[in-house]
C-alpha cells in the first residue's frame, strides 16, 4: 500500500555534490540530477579549446586567509564564504530571510546555517585525507596537468576564452579561481582513488572478469535497490531564446507539483495501476528527465552510491510502495521501489558494475566524513557567518 503524503519528509542532504556545476561525483549527479548534469557535462564535452592556458588569478589576501584545517589541510576564507553563501541562499527559501524572523527564527537559521557548512566544509577533505591515507600525491604532475585542461574547456566552452567574463561569473557566483582549480583537482583525485580501489581490490570484489557472480550478488544482496521518482528542483529554472529569459520551471510550483503527485499515488490500492500512474502521470508531468537509467526501466544502486538520505528512504519502501514528498538539499523527490529483475540485471550487469565500484569508494568516504572535522582557528572564531556577504 502506497503511505498517505500529507506533509513534507524534510531531509537535508549534506553528501550530495552532484549538483554543483563540477563533474564530481559523476556517477551520482547522472543518477539524482540528470537533467542539469547533462547539460553542463555537454558543455564540457564539447568544447574545443580556444586558447593554450587559463592562467590562474591570485585570490585577494581577505579570500587566501586561513580560517581553520579538516583532515589535516588548511581551509581558506575563499571556500568557507563560497559554502556559506551556498546554505544561505537555501535557508532564504527553506526558512526565511534572516532579517525578516523573529528571535526563535533567527536562532533556528543560525543553527541551521553552522550545522551545514561545517559539515560541507568537509566535503574536499574527505578525498584529500584518503589519497594521503592511500599514498596516491595529492600535488602531482597528473592533477595539475587535469586541472588545467579542465579550465581551458571550461573557460573556453562557456565564455568563448573571454578572461573578462569568466571572472565576472567567478564573482556572480560567489566563487575564486583558486577555489575552482581545487575542486577540479579533487575531482581528478577522486577519479585516481577510485582506480586505486578497483586495481587493488579494496572493498571490491567484483570486475569485468566475474560478471555472472556480479548478477547473482545484486539479486542476492540487500544492499541493491531499483527505483523510480520524479524530482522537482527547489530553484527556478530559466533558459534564453532570442535574447529573452524564459522560465522553465517555477520553483514556487515544485511542493505543489510533488505534494499531488504523492497524493494521487497514495490512493492507488493496485500496485500495477500504481505503477502505471507513476510512469504515464507522474514522472510524464514532472519538469525533467528523471535519473539515469541503465536499463531503461527504473535506477539501480547499491549502498553507498546515492547518498544516505535518498537511500535510507527508498530501502524503506516495499516493492511498488511510494514515498511521500522527500525534501533533499536540492529539491522535492517522489519515490517509487521497483523489483529487481533477473534478465536486465544479467543483461546488464557490465553497465551496472561502475555503480558498485563507486558505491564502494563512497562508503569509504563517509567513513572518513565521519572521522575528520572542521577545526576553526582564531580567525575563524571571530568571525560571523550571518554577516558573511
Excluded at 22 to 38: D, E, L, R, S, V
Excluded at 155 to 171: P, R, S
Excluded at 311 to 317: H, M, R
Aim: aromatic share 12%.
Amino acid at each position: 500500500m502506497a503511505k498517505n503524503s500529507n506533509s513534507v519528509k524534510k531531509i537535508t542532504a549534506k553528501g550530495n555534490k552532484d549538483t554543483k556545476w563540477t563533474k564530481k561525483k559523476k556517477i551520482a549527479a547522472a543518477i539524482i540530477a540528470a537533467g542539469a548534469a547533462c547539460t553542463v557535462l555537454f558543455a564540457i564535452i564539447m568544447t574545443v579549446s580556444y586558447f593554450t592556458s587559463v592562467h590562474p588569478i591570485k585570490s585577494t589576501e581577505e579570500e587566501s586567509r586561513v580560517v581553520g584545517e579538516c583532515g589535516g589541510f588548511e581551509v581558506k576564507y575563499e571556500e568557507l564564504r563560497y559554502v556559506t553563501l551556498l546554505h544561505k541562499q537555501s535557508l532564504d527559501v527553506r526558512i526565511g530571510k534572516y532579517d525578516t524572523l523573529d528571535n526563535d527564527g533567527k536562532a533556528e537559521y543560525e543553527a541551521q546555517l553552522e550545522k551545514l557548512v561545517l559539515e560541507d566544509l568537509k566535503s574536499n577533505y574527505i578525498i584529500l585525507s584518503l589519497c594521503e591515507k592511500y599514498g596516491i600525491k595529492t600535488s602531482s604532475r597528473g592533477a595539475k596537468n587535469h586541472v588545467n585542461n579542465e579550465m581551458k574547456k571550461f573557460v573556453g566552452a562557456t565564455f568563448g576564452g573571454d578572461m573578462k567574463k569568466y571572472k565576472e561569473w567567478l564573482a556572480e557566483n560567489n566563487l575564486t579561481d583558486s577555489f575552482v582549480r581545487l575542486m577540479y583537482k579533487v575531482d581528478y583525485l577522486e577519479s585516481q582513488l577510485l582506480e586505486h580501489f578497483i586495481k587493488n581490490k579494496i572493498d571490491i570484489e567484483y570486475d569485468e572478469d566475474s560478471l555472472a557472480a556480479f548478477a547473482d550478488h545484486i539479486m542476492e544482496s540487500e544492499n541493491w535497490a531499483k527505483v523510480t521518482y520524479a524530482y522537482y528542483p527547489k530553484k527556478t529554472v530559466t533558459t534564453t531564446y532570442n535574447g529573452e529569459t524564459i522560465i522553465v520551471w517555477d520553483e514556487k510550483n515544485s511542493i505543489p507539483a510533488a505534494e499531488a503527485a504523492a497524493d494521487g499515488l497514495a490512493i492507488i490500492s493496485d500496485d500495477s495501476e500504481r505503477y502505471h500512474y507513476m510512469a504515464k502521470t507522474v514522472i510524464a508531468k514532472a519538469p525533467f528527465i528523471q535519473g539515469y537509467s541503465v536499463t531503461g526501466t527504473g535506477v539501480y544502486f547499491t549502498l553507498g552510491q546515492m547518498g544516505r538520505e535518498f537511500e535510507s528512504v527508498a530501502f524503506e519502501l516495499g516493492i511498488y510502495e511510494t514515498s511521500e514528498v522527500v525534501e533533499l538539499e536540492y529539491g522535492y523527490y517522489v519515490i517509487m521501489r521497483l523489483p529487481l529483475e533477473e534478465d536486465e540485471v544479467n543483461r546488464f550487469a557490465r553497465e551496472l558494475l561502475p555503480h558498485y565500484q563507486y558505491g564502494a569508494l563512497k562508503k569509504c568516504e563517509d567513513a572518513k566524513e565521519a572521522e575528520i572535522s572542521f577545526v576553526g582557528n582564531e580567525y575563524f572564531d571571530g568571525l560571523s557567518l550571518i554577516d558573511i556577504e
